[in-house]
């Protein structure tokens, strides 16, 4: 493709050479430069591209795209931008076609509720006959292949190549998470969603490398507002005005106020061994009865900015009743099968916030005793430990404190800083550094009744020790352990437990 043609969208400078020559592939990485490829130097947290340049050079790159002058030989490209992350995501689209044009997208945003809604939509949209594809935290599904991605939403490269490749594919939708980094930098630049769903915002990801503050932070989520056809709200959140201003889409609300455009009414929890779910109602926009196989109040706000994002493709109330009966999502408010007397479920809660509004779920459904289990992340902010602690001796009835990702901190160290937090609140708790010995003392000692949670992992399959990435899924943990108590003769999930 001619580097003329790849710019054509974009505001640019020609400092050195010409755009009269043809590019052989598009790089952000030097890693992955060959010759005859166009380099774009973006800002990286840490790193500036421009400080790969000569790397990218010396493999051959014909042109580069920065921010800054970079010092290029005679006959090479220099093209200077006033955004270069904004530059990567045109340059991305069109070198793989503008496959997004080509595709009915929806967007999904918010503080909570991202990768449940987005796994809703699809599931809905694939029971309607839409074959759709998604990009989001769990994985990423184009259609020809499955992805395990690094972050909620990809560079704007790995996006459109992704795209490209649904569109190959076949596929007629793509629903994607988009996160306030993505914003940030730009990842989705020049898309247009043609639903942008936005779940509810609450203070979070601010610190260094992410929001200096809450400011910030909305003003990245409310993008999504700008940049799709109909909006998608929640009309409950506390911060809707803000949410919502400055918007340049057609605007529709859900949730359980009568001001919403679709609104749910006459919730109904439903509890068993191994099963927890809830019912509603819906009117407004779409009136229907609905089941969904997930727990608590926040599960039906993100089926309600589903079911409305689905109707304007036209799907019908069966599809919608059958999809959203059957949805399950990895490693949120995931239930594990085969326990009778007690309910274990595996969630990805891994703040304060997340994790409270998992337990105060759970606690509804009038569990015999409600146990958590979790750790927390090192090389994170420790207030996270202490508020994490604090929460979970708040709302559990037990907490059994282990490891998580402890990265390269002492995980005995992060035990002690969960544990004043819980010191606060007088709560019960006991502390085993294992995770998979913590997992096996809570589901050996789990009574008849009790609900207990595995929190912090989620769909992650690996832990993060001194700088190593070790295999660890928590379900496999699990089937390990009862096959360990099978071969011990030990009680399993069938028989009695014993007590905690």
């Known amino acids: 493709m001619m580097l003329s043609s790849?710019?054509?969208?974009?505001?640019?400078?020609?400092?050195?050479?010409?755009?009269?020559?043809?590019?052989?592939?598009?790089?952000?990485?030097?890693?992955?430069?060959?010759?005859?490829?166009?380099?774009?130097?973006?800002?990286?947290?840490?790193?500036?591209?421009?400080?790969?340049?000569?790397?990218?050079?010396?493999?051959?790159?014909?042109a580069l795209v920065s921010e800054e002058p970079v010092e290029v030989p005679e006959g090479t490209a220099m093209i200077r931008v006033p955004d270069a992350r904004k530059a990567l995501a045109r340059i991305s689209a069109a070198w793989f076609g503008r496959p997004a044009g080509k595709l009915i997208l929806i967007g999904v945003t918010g503080t909570k509720g991202k990768t449940t809604t987005a796994w809703m939509v699809r599931e809905i949209l694939e029971q309607a006959g839409y074959r759709t594809g998604l990009l989001g935290t769990v994985t990423c599904i184009t259609g020809k292949r499955?992805?395990?991605?690094?972050?909620?939403?990809?560079?704007?490269?790995?996006?459109?190549?992704?795209?490209?490749?649904?569109?190959?594919?076949?596929?007629?939708?793509?629903?994607?998470?988009?996160?306030?980094?993505a914003f940030k930098q730009s990842r989705v630049e020049g898309i247009l969603f043609d639903c942008?769903?936005?779940?509810?915002?609450?203070?979070?990801?601010?610190?260094?490398?992410?929001?200096?503050?809450?400011?910030e932070y909305l003003e990245c989520k409310k993008q999504l507002l700008r940049q799709c056809r109909i909006g998608i709200v929640n009309r409950d959140d506390p911060h809707f005005r803000q949410i919502t201003e400055g918007r340049n889409c057609v605007l529709e609300t859900y949730g359980f106020s009568e001001n919403a455009d679709l609104r749910a009414e006459d919730l109904k929890l439903a509890a068993g061994p191994g099963k927890l779910g809830v019912s509603f109602r819906t009117r407004g926009l779409l009136e229907l009865s609905a089941e969904l196989a997930m727990p608590g109040k926040f599960s039906v706000y993100n089926a309600l900015a589903a079911m409305a994002a689905a109707?304007?493709?036209?799907?019908?109330?069966?599809?919608?009743?059958?999809?959203?009966?059957?949805?399950?999502?990895?490693?949120?408010?995931?239930?594990?099968?085969?326990?009778?007397?007690?309910?274990?479920?595996?969630?990805y809660a891994h703040?304060?916030?997340?994790?409270?509004?998992?337990?105060?779920?759970?606690?509804?459904?009038?569990?015999?005793?409600?146990?958590?289990?979790?750790?927390?992340?090192?090389?994170?902010?420790?207030?996270?430990?202490?508020?994490?602690?604090?929460?979970?001796?708040?709302?559990?009835?037990?907490?059994?404190?282990t490891s998580d990702n402890p990265r390269n901190e002492d995980p005995q160290a992060i035990i002690e800083d969960i544990k004043t937090g819980i010191r606060r609140t007088g709560g019960s708790y006991v502390e085993i550094p294992s995770r998979k010995e913590a997992i096996a003392w809570v589901i050996r000692r789990g009574r008849p009744g009790d609900i207990i949670v595995?929190?912090?992992?989620?769909?992650?399959?690996?832990?993060?020790?001194?700088?190593?990435?070790?295999?660890?899924?928590?379900?496999?943990?699990?089937?390990?352990?009862?096959?360990?108590?099978?071969?011990?003769k030990a009680p399993g999930p069938d028989g009695d437990p014993g007590q905690l």
């Open 6 to 62: 790849l710019l054509e969208d974009l505001q640019y400078t020609c400092l050195n050479g010409s755009t009269d020559v043809e590019i052989k592939g598009v790089a952000y990485d030097s890693r992955n430069v060959e010759p005859g490829s166009l380099f774009v130097c973006i800002r990286g947290t840490v790193r500036d591209g421009g400080d790969f340049a000569g790397e990218a050079l010396e493999k051959g790159a014909k």
């Open 146 to 181: 499955e992805i395990s991605p690094e972050n909620t939403t990809p560079e704007s490269w790995l996006i459109h190549q992704y795209f490209a490749e649904m569109v190959e594919a076949g596929l007629k939708c793509a629903v994607m998470e988009v996160s306030s980094q």
């Open 196 to 215: 942008g769903i936005f779940t509810n915002i609450e203070p979070d990801h601010i610190g260094p490398g992410e929001h200096r503050d809450f400011d």
């Open 311 to 347: 109707r304007h493709l036209g799907v019908t109330k069966a599809a919608l009743r059958q999809a959203l009966g059957r949805v399950k999502v990895r490693g949120r408010a995931e239930i594990v099968p085969g326990f009778r007397d007690f309910t274990l479920l595996i969630d």
């Open 351 to 401: 703040n304060a916030m997340s994790l409270e509004n998992i337990l105060t779920a759970l606690r509804e459904y009038r569990p015999k005793r409600l146990v958590c289990l979790f750790g927390c992340g090192g090389n994170r902010d420790r207030n996270r430990r202490f508020e994490m602690g604090e929460t979970s001796g708040r709302f559990a009835d037990l907490t059994v404190i």
């Open 454 to 488: 595995l929190a912090g992992k989620g769909h992650e399959d690996y832990q993060l020790i001194k700088g190593k990435k070790y295999p660890m899924d928590e379900r496999v943990l699990i089937r390990e352990i009862l096959e360990e108590d099978r071969q011990r």
